[in-house]
């Protein structure tokens, strides 16, 4: 109600003013008596009473108290490197209480016209929000940028604010940001070269925050495990008013494994093809619009979100001791006669890191047959599709610039680290030994790599730990072999001599001795002719992949106009 109080829209009626009036007096105090027995309370007490003496003013108000909150508080605060903070004495474990504890403290600086004090908080809050501008929890977040504000809105800017990057490698590269009345409020970005130096250079007047976020991939660990354990089942059901009249029930169910408390989290399924998720439909608990008006308070479930391929769940927390379930529906579109596995994942929405994903199909069991499906409204000729045909093209490809060049987004020479499995999924670590063409995503040689294909395809593609092999396929954050992909093992070792390789060479020893050989002399021909035959063998083999490697290296090879000819 104090930060009401100026509003001529609000009904501060005089009832209200001396309800507001009483709190004051209480709260002033207690400060008095020295009684309040947490920062965090002190700190929201210090902001209450800095409103009702500088902003409403309705109250008889000391002049004394809000300097005696400044001493006990400054007296119990640290502060490093021009920034004051509390509860945190190291200045690296932020809380959420510590985040609210320096926002209201802000707040309270800035209600009482102490401009100057409130600098040093405006700069811890600065120093310790995320790239996206937020921080542990919903509160703390709302906290902190509440406050924010109202220190934004006392900068008095005279004339425009000027950033202007430029890069020490690339000439080329610059770019100036311009920061005045229009657009302080405003998040402008730029993406910078990766391996670059950086020189940022300001003028003008005014204060600003310039912040460089940088993120990269880190190899997973062999122990390292989901922060959630995530599990989805989507059975189908069927109806005999029309052939294809068909749905899917979708469960969620998902438990946080860290016993830390955890804020804002989401639950993301994606829909399988053919089908869109219910969002509204009258007397249908199973719709998202209805299980959000049913079951909403129940399940923690503050909103949803919903596109053509996934629905979206924002819970206010994902209880560590049991497993919070979700249970909606989607509705067939269009008959799809094998629908591929798809992804679900919970993230936390402020730090998205952490997270699970996995995959999930309809009618679980039955991906794990070698039939994947069968169209069930033929009953006279089914139309079944067998596994296999969903697994990578496995032998050598004869045109494999046209390939790389026009259907897949990466090529790398790889060793197969290890094979894992997950349900019905081959879960294969790679090590990238050489990249023949760069993915969507910035990979580097050493990275490990984790791919996926469907158990199904292991006898045929034969895989080994510690092989080579040279993969094809889309990019992503999840990458699946499927049978739009492409693995061949990549020679290591020298082949075997080719039998008439071997015949044709000792002939040739018979011919330069004129006699026929025997014993000693035979086997001495022998030890010649055979590693000649192995390496020229071997390069019968590989002749087409080094040269294919080579020509994609010189990197301008995909536009010739006769690749694929």
């Not at 920062?39 to 902003?55: G, V």
């Not at 100057?116 to 996206?132: D, F, W, Y």
């Not at 072999?481 to 082949?495: G, M, T, Y």
Request: charged letters at 25%; proline letters at 4%.
């Amino acid at each position: 109600m104090l930060e009401c109080c100026d509003r001529p829209d609000y009904p501060y009626s005089e009832d209200i003013k001396l309800d507001v009036c009483a709190a004051v007096g209480f709260l002033e105090r207690q400060i008095r008596a020295d009684s309040v027995a947490h920062d965090h309370t002190e700190a929201m007490i210090f902001y209450a009473l800095a409103l009702a003496c500088h902003k409403c003013r309705n109250c008889n108000c000391s002049a004394d108290i809000l300097d005696l909150i400044k001493a006990r508080m400054c007296g119990k605060s640290h502060v490093a490197n021009g920034a004051r903070f509390w509860n945190d004495k190291d200045g690296n474990s932020v809380t959420s209480e510590a985040v609210e504890i320096t926002s209201y403290m802000l707040c309270g600086y800035i209600a009482s016209g102490d401009f100057e004090g409130s600098r040093p908080l405006a700069k811890r809050i600065n120093s310790i929000r995320n790239s996206q501008g937020s921080f542990n929890s919903a509160q703390d977040t709302y906290a902190a940028l509440k406050c924010m504000g109202d220190f934004a809105r006392n900068l008095k800017v005279q004339r425009a604010l000027s950033v202007k990057v430029t890069s020490l490698c690339d000439a080329t590269f610059s770019h100036t940001f311009t920061v005045d009345e229009s657009n302080r409020d405003v998040n402008q970005k730029i993406e910078i070269p990766v391996r670059d130096i950086v020189k940022v250079e300001t003028s003008g007047a005014g204060l600003g925050l310039a912040q460089i976020e940088v993120s990269y991939n880190l190899p997973l660990a062999e122990d390292e495990v989901c922060a959630f354990d995530l599990n989805v089942t989507a059975t189908t059901v069927e109806f005999n008013r029309l052939p294809r009249d068909k749905e899917l029930h979708i469960t969620a169910c998902a438990r946080y494994l860290q016993k830390e408390t955890l804020g804002l989290t989401l639950i993301e399924v994606e829909i399988p093809t053919g089908y869109e998720a219910c969002e509204n439909l009258d007397g249908d608990p199973l719709c998202l619009k209805q299980l959000m008006d049913t079951r909403g308070r129940e399940l923690g479930l503050t909103n949803y979100d919903v596109s053509e391929r996934s629905a979206i769940f924002y819970f206010v927390m994902i209880p560590d001791n049991e497993s919070l379930c979700v249970t909606f529906k989607a509705v067939e579109k269009y008959a799809v006669e094998n629908t591929s596995p798809v992804t679900a994942r919970v993230y936390d929405y402020y730090e998205p890191d952490v997270q699970c994903t996995i995959f999930y199909s309809p009618d679980n069991a039955n991906a794990q047959l070698g039939l994947l499906g069968c169209d069930a409204h033929d009953n006279e000729n089914p139309i079944c599709i067998c596994g296999a045909g969903y697994c990578p093209t496995l032998e050598p490809i004869k045109n494999r610039m046209c390939n790389a060049c026009n259907y897949h987004e990466f090529a790398w020479k790889v060793r197969l680290a290890k094979i894992m499995t997950e349900n019905t999924w081959l879960k294969l670590r790679l090590v990238i030994e050489e990249i023949i063409k760069p993915g969507v995503r910035s990979h580097v040689v050493g990275d490990r790599v984790i791919v996926w294909m469907q158990e199904i395809c292991r006898l045929s593609a034969q895989l080994e730990e510690s092989k080579r092999y040279h993969v094809m396929g889309k990019d992503g954050p999840k990458i699946i072999l499927d049978h739009n992909s492409h693995i061949e093992e990549w020679p290591d070792k020298l082949p075997p001599p080719s039998p008439r390789c071997v015949k044709q060479k000792t002939k040739n020893c018979v011919k330069s001795n004129c006699r026929p050989l025997s014993g000693a002399r035979l086997r001495k021909c022998e030890a010649r002719v055979l590693p000649k035959c192995q390496e020229l063998s071997k390069k019968e083999c590989v002749t087409g992949l080094e040269a294919y490697v080579k020509a994609m290296r010189q990197g301008s090879s995909c536009d010739r106009p006769d690749l694929c000819n």
